[in-house]
């Protein structure tokens, strides 16, 4: 099995990966604040059970595309285009989760 390369980098594949591996995870909502669970549960009703496992498998397994379309039995092209939808999905709710983040920057007077 080779490793994956990723596209948009490993920054990127780090911050995906953790919120892949929540949302394919649901014994682990009991871990989370409201606001991140709202969020993994709004990832969860974007996001298509096939384009769960294929990122699933490539950011938070590390296999490259051959690899989880081998283990899905589906060919690396439908593999890349259900990554790619499910990197648009998952990069609106980073966008969303960054304008109404709990977390503001203190303003000064």
């Known amino acids: 099995m ?9 920054t990127y594949a780090r911050r995906a990966g953790r919120l892949i ?6 014994e682990l ?3 989370l ?25 490539y ?8 690899d989880v379309g081998a ?3 589906i060919n690396p092209s439908t593999v890349s285009r259900n ?4 990197e648009r999905k998952l990069d609106h709710l980073i966008r969303l989760a960054g304008r109404i983040s709990p977390i503001r920057p203190a303003q000064t007077a």
């Open 21 to 26: 591996r929540l949302a394919a995870r649901p």
């Open 59 to 66: 950011y938070v397994a590390g296999l490259g595309l051959a």
């Open 29 to 31: 909502d009991r871990t």
């Open 83 to 86: 990554i790619r939808r499910g």
């Open 2 to 10: 080779s490793k994956a390369t990723y596209r948009r980098g490993k």
């Open 33 to 57: 604040d409201g606001y991140e669970r709202a969020l993994i549960e709004e990832l969860r009703a974007l996001i298509t059970a096939r384009e769960l496992e294929c990122l699933h498998a």
């Open 71 to 73: 283990r899905l039995e």
